[in-house]
Nanobody
């Protein structure tokens, strides 16, 4: 079964940290790259980071570079997003997705598979 299931969202104060996880099916790991996106209320979906399971290369959006870290636990087939120094503007629904590697990795149109999302709320 092809699926992605996120967990780990919640509420945190500004300056705090959260770790999101996404259980990824073997099919996606074998053929696609995996990314984290977020979508604040009333805004477009934004690509945050991508991980290539075949080689380990990563890409980051400028908005999160240095604060967020994407990683993949091979034993658990789990994609993680460590989020530090959180800001109120990081408040959004966060999604993991499977799709095209590199290039326009940050565009939602490059992805075939999506999780259901997990909510992150950062209060000031």
């Amino acid at each position: 079964q092809v699926q992605l299931v996120e967990s780990g969202g919640g509420s945190v104060q500004a300056g705090g940290s959260l770790r999101l996880s996404c259980a990824v099916s073997r099919y996606i790991v074998s053929f696609y790259c995996m990314s984290w996106f977020r979508q604040p209320p009333g805004n477009e979906r934004e690509g945050l980071a991508q991980f290539n399971p075949r080689g380990g290369s990563t890409y980051y959006a400028d908005s999160v570079k240095g604060r967020f870290t994407i990683s993949f636990d091979v034993a658990k087939n789990t994609l993680n997003l460590q989020m530090n120094s959180l800001k109120p503007e990081d408040t959004a629904m966060y999604y993991c997705a499977g799709g095209t590697c590199g290039g326009d990795w940050f565009r939602p149109s490059q992805y075939n598979y999506w999780g259901q999302g997990t909510q992150v709320i950062v209060s000031s």
